[in-house]
Nanobody, 125 residues
Framework: QVQLQESGGGSVQPGGSLRLSCVYS????????IVWLRQSPGEEREAVAA????????FYAESVRGRFTTSQDNANHTVYLQMNSLKPEDTATYYC??????????????????WGQGTQVTVSS
């Protein structure tokens, strides 16, 4: 069983920044991929960033490339999502999820079995 818990959401003005954290509870590291996804009301879940934890390799959706950065603190089993230059269209519930496939399917939300509860991010003036 893998457990994940997000934190760090909140409200921010356009152009602002937020940092989300995801603490995960597994020692399985082979192929471990932590993905950040988001979902707005009436929209499908969208994968925005992923981190292959054993190698530090990162992946980004085009919609956030250059604005969002994912990183990790291995000692504390924590993955971060630094979000800069936020836009109103970034408003969503953000989730972290885990898989063990070397991030081969990171952009496909249906492939992820383990999910956190989500944290709300609102970008509004």
């Amino acid at each position: 069983q893998v457990q994940l818990q997000e934190s760090g959401g909140g409200s921010v003005q356009p152009g602002g920044s937020l940092r989300l954290s995801c603490v995960y509870s597994t020692y399985i590291d082979t192929g471990r991929c932590i993905v950040w996804l988001r979902q707005s009301p009436g929209e499908e879940r969208e994968a925005v960033a992923a981190l292959l934890t054993a190698r530090g390799t990162t992946f980004y959706a085009e919609s956030v490339r250059g604005r969002f950065t994912t990183s990790q603190d291995n000692a504390n089993h924590t993955v971060y999502l630094q979000m800069n230059s936020l836009k109103p269209e970034d408003t969503a519930t953000y989730y972290c999820a885990a898989n063990f496939d070397f991030c081969s399917s990171w952009s496909r939300p249906s492939r992820f079995r383990y999910w956190g509860q989500g944290t709300q991010v609102t970008v509004s003036s």
